[in-house]
Structure formats: C-alpha cells, structure tokens
C-alpha cells in the first residue's frame, strides 16, 4: 500500500489511465488458478444470462425477419426475401432525408452537450455555498424520461399558447409567434433544443463522478511544479478522466441515434417527415405493421454504430498507449 | 488547484452557473404552474406566469378519472427491484471485466457495447411471443425481469470505469490479509466505489421508472400499467389534455427528483479520495 500510494503522486496520470504494468501482470498470472477461474465464472454467469435471455435471443429472432417478407398485415406469405427489404429501404425516396437528419441530430446534441457539460462539471467540481442544492437542481432533466421530455416541450413550443413563443415575443426577438412544430426548418431546432437541455446532465454528472475521483495529490504536485491553470487542464485532468469520458461520448453517440422518444413525442416524425430519424422512422413502420422493413433498419443502425464504435476506439487506444 | 480564484473566474463561474440553472429549471417551473392552473384558464391569452388561483382540479381529476396512485405503485415496485438486482449483478461482472484479462474479455465487452446499439424495436416482437410463452406477459415479475437484462450491460460499462480508478493494491492487500475474494470486493472495494454504485443505482431506478415502449408492450391491463404507459395514453390523437398531462408529469417527475437528491451526496464526493492516502 506504502509503495503503491507513492507510486501514484509520483507518476500521477499513469497510474490512473496506463495499461497494467508488466510487473502487474506476471503477479496475476500467477494467481489464475483453477479456483479463481471458476469464482470469475460464478461473478459473470448472471449478467450473461439475463442479458442472453432477455436481449440477446430476442435480437436476434428479430434480425432475421429483416431477411423475410414479414408484415402483420398478411402474415400468409412469410418467404425469404434476400436482401429485399435493404433495397426497398434504399430505393425509397424518405431515406435520404432520414440519413442527414440522423446526422444533423446526433451531431447537434451531442457537442452542445459535452461542451456544457464539461464546462459544468469542471464549476462544479470546487466546493461552495449552496452547491449540492444547486446540484439537486441542475440535474433534474436526467430524472425526466424521454417521453416526458418531449411532452414539456411540446407544450411549451405550442405556437398558440407556448411560452417560448410568448418569451421570445416579450424579448422583443420576433414580431409573430412561430409556428415551431409545424415549419420543417424550426421543428428541427425544436426537437435538438429539448435533447441538449437533457443531456447535459449526463455529461456533467459523470465527468463531474470522474474528476473526482482524480487524486488531489496530483493537484497539488501539479501546482507545486508550477503548473497554470490550462497546463494542468489539459496534462492531469484530461488525461485522467480520458477513458470516462471517451466511453461517456461513445455510449451517449449509441443513444442519441437510438433514442426516438423526444421526437416521438413533440412531432411524431413531422411536419412532413422533417424530423425523422432513423429510429422514428422504424417506428412507423413497425405500426405500420412491416416487421421485416423495420428490422432491416434496425439491423443498418447496429452496422453504423458498430463501424463508429470499431473506428471510435481504435482511435482512442493509441492516444493512451502513448502516455 | 490551491490557490484562490481571480475575480473574473469567479464572475463567469456565477453567470455560467445561474444561467445553466434558469435554463434547466424552468421547463419545471413552467409544468408546475400550467399544472396549478384550472383547466379552463391554461388556454387563454395573454399567458399568465403564476396561476390567476390556484387550482388543484387537474390532480384531483387525475386520481379520480384514472387510477394513477396504482400506477405510481406499480412504477416504484418494478424500478427498485430492477434497480437493485440489476446493479449487485453488473458489481460482480464489472470487477471480472475490470481486473482479469482472460480469453474472450474483449467478446464479453463487445457483447455488452453491442446491446446499447441495437434499436430495441427489432427484439420487440420476439421478446412479446416469448414472454407469452413464458408465461410473463402482463406480469410484474416479467416486466423486472426484463428491465434487469436492459440495466445490466450500461451498468457494467460504467461500473468497470469507476474499478479502473481504484487502484489493483487495494484488494490484493486485504487478498493477502487473508480476505477471499468476495470479502474483498465487499468488504474493500465497494466502500470506496460507494460513490460510483450509487450513481450506477440511480441511474438504472430512473432507466426503469421512465421506460415506456416495452411497458407499453409487454403491459395490457389497467390494473398492472407503469406511469409512463398511462401518460402515452393521455394522448389522444388529435387531443392533449395538457391540465392531466402536467399535473402527471410533476407527480413522475418528484419522486425520481426526490431520490437523485438524497443520493447526490453520494456522487459528490471523491469516489478514491480516500484510498490513495490510505
């Protein structure tokens, strides 16, 4: 322990972000025994049943309808179609649209998100007055769900009787309310406005949870080195949280493309299919009752994120090695 | 880090701070008063910022048109045992993942990373003629069961990141104490990551509490629906009813608030603050 408390001030970030060192290592092999083997075995086998009954079976009975002419509406013709169901997805006309809007969703979010929410968290890490009823505050959208979300807003971007029209007006920004969830440009704006005011919170909590947990030993090696304020930024408190924070933006990426409830919600997809995303769109048309479509989608969105997170990673792996 | 803050700092820190909290509050506050108001008044012009009188119509209307004391019930029974099992399950498989490098580790990760993009709506109508066959359909016991298999992959993902902060000596000293394993893990590691688990149980209460699409699914009567599947309900298809709609969303909405606040403490503080100096 001695040593290991020492090793930690003297190296600082290491310790936190490196890979095991060598030494390490060797110590562990030694130690993997057929007992610790079988007890490793008892701690994973319940997370990996109920997540192989539950998630994994159903997945992939489902994914294999994207390959079958599978619609609830006439269920007497359930043949296999190839990769029929991909090429009439392709071919039609909506999914263009659908594509830059996923696009334009994920990326208006998520940077607003992580940019306040860093910014948040690193305000929130000092202790002050007031500060953990401000938090109690601040993080309310995360106890909201989706759904929920989408439903304020809805209300409050009302054209008729919203308060952020009236607001605006009172402000003096513009002259007649907008019909917000009615104009295809605006309705847009709308639905990001609603997602970014969600997950900030998840940002600022869980770097605010990783930067505490940076040893304040390091701080104050750091300042007694002589180290200002950005230097110690971006050579202790960056590289410390990285892994936090480069699998809190990966998993966040995951669900903002996955997450259809807001815009379910405030516009259902419209005006005009202007809002639908991918995921909207498979709900559509999973009540529209062609399962085999929907799950081709589905199965188009599993491939994306997973080339994104097989690139996102590999990216971020060199970055730490290096350190 | 000990030195004091400049001025301008300190004056950005307090315009930043008060703006984020306007902005996230008022969503609230708006819900809140449109829920006060008598349903007659919220459509009428100009909009009033705090209720003419106050008026508890809407929630009075809401215990009485509809069984929402139930739902709230059926909410809080599903989400803490979820909750809980949920995270003492990815506790175990975290520590596996974060501490041992075995053959199929990275498998086990992929696996877990890959539920988190798959769209639930492909697994939706398999899972639906399983858990009739199961017997599980409109079951508490089925709705839990299924929400501990959606915690469970982001909770260990998560989980792993807060051991990875927690220095390897830590347990293997009290290992060489004499402590086996499991002791270890519950006698050592989890008082330091007591900020982390707390944060991961959150989390997953405030997950199952607001899920709505397999609720909605795997749900059918009345007496058994979670809040959110009565909220979806209160949309007609070409009607709001915004009176029901607010006074439902401050009564969801209090008891997740109420939970996050008693355990904020938690989150707060050094999550290995402790364990370097020890």
């Known amino acids: 322990m001695a040593i290991n408390s020492e090793r930690m001030v003297v190296r600082g970030p290491n310790t936190v972000t490196a890979p095991p060192q060598p030494q390490a290592i060797h110590r562990r092999k030694k130690r993997f025994n057929t007992r610790t083997a079988l007890t490793l075995l008892a701690f994973m086998a319940p997370a990996a049943i109920f997540v192989g009954i539950f998630t994994y079976y159903p997945m992939i009975a489902g994914s294999q309808m994207a390959f079958r002419n599978w619609n609830l509406n006439d269920l007497s013709d359930t043949s296999w179609v190839g990769w029929g169901n991909f090429i009439k997805l392709f071919e039609s006309p909506e999914f263009g649209g659908i594509v830059r809007n996923t696009v334009v969703w994920v990326v208006g979010s998520l940077v607003p998100q992580v940019v306040i929410g860093f910014a948040l968290a690193l305000f929130l890490k000092r202790r002050f007055r007031f500060r953990s009823g401000y938090q109690a505050f601040i993080f309310f959208p995360w106890a909201v769900s989706g759904f929920l979300i989408g439903m304020l807003f809805r209300w409050m971007f009302n054209a008729e009787f919203g308060v952020v029209n009236d607001l605006l007006m009172k402000a003096g920004f513009i002259e007649s309310p907008i019909p917000w969830l009615a104009e295809p440009g605006f309705a847009m704006t709308a639905v990001i406005i609603a997602n970014i005011w969600y997950g900030v919170t998840f940002f600022a909590i869980m770097i605010l949870a990783a930067l505490q947990s940076v040893s304040e030993d390091m701080y104050e090696a750091a300042a007694l080195d002589g180290a200002g304020k950005a230097r110690t930024l971006f050579s202790i408190t960056l590289p410390a949280i990285s892994v936090t924070l480069g699998l809190t933006i990966l998993l966040r990426v995951i669900w903002i493309f996955n997450f259809p409830d807001i815009i379910w919600a405030m516009t259902g997809g419209g005006p005009a299919d202007q809002t639908h995303i991918i995921t909207t769109y498979m709900i559509k048309i999973t009540q529209e009752g062609d399962y085999g479509q929907a799950s081709a989608l589905g199965l188009i969105v599993v491939f994306t994120l997973m080339l994104f997170a097989v690139f996102y990673l590999m990216a971020m792996r060199p970055r730490k090695a290096n350190r | ?278």
């Open chain 2, 1 to 278: 880090m000990i030195d004091k803050q400049s001025t301008f700092g300190r004056i950005s820190k307090v315009i930043f701070l008060s703006l984020c909290l306007i902005v996230t509050v008022f969503p609230l506050y708006w819900i809140v008063v449109t829920s006060l108001k008598a349903p007659g008044s919220i459509y009428s012009l100009p909009l009033d910022y705090w209720p003419r009188e106050i008026s508890f119509e809407n929630y009075v209307g809401l215990f009485t048109k509809s069984d929402f004391g139930r739902y709230m019930i059926n909410s809080l029974l599903v989400a803490t045992v979820a909750a809980t099992v949920a995270t003492f399950i990815s506790l175990l498989s975290a520590y596996v993942l974060a501490r041992f490098h075995f053959a199929g580790r990275g498998a086990v990760m992929v696996a877990f990373l890959l539920t988190q993009m798959i769209p639930g709506f492909i697994a939706l109508g398999p899972l639906y003629i399983m858990m009739t066959n199961m017997n599980l359909v409109d079951s508490e016991t089925g709705l839990i069961l299924v929400y501990i298999a959606i915690c469970i992959p982001f909770c260990t993902i998560m989980l792993r990141g807060f051991f990875e902060n927690v220095p390897d000596a830590l347990e293997e000293a009290a290992m060489i104490d004499g402590c086996s394993r499991l002791t270890a893990l519950f006698r050592v590691l989890v008082p330091v990551m007591l900020p982390g688990i707390a944060a991961s149980f959150i989390f997953n209460f405030v997950n199952c509490w607001n899920e709505l699409f397999l609720s909605v699914t795997l749900m059918n009567s009345d007496e058994n629906k979670t809040i959110p599947t009565a909220l979806a309900g209160f949309i007609s298809s070409f009607n709001i009813d915004w009176g029901s709609m607010s006074a439902a969303a401050v009564l969801t909405v209090v008891p997740a608030l109420a939970i996050f606040a008693f355990a904020s403490k938690f989150i707060v503080q050094g999550l290995t603050a402790g364990a370097v100096k020890g």
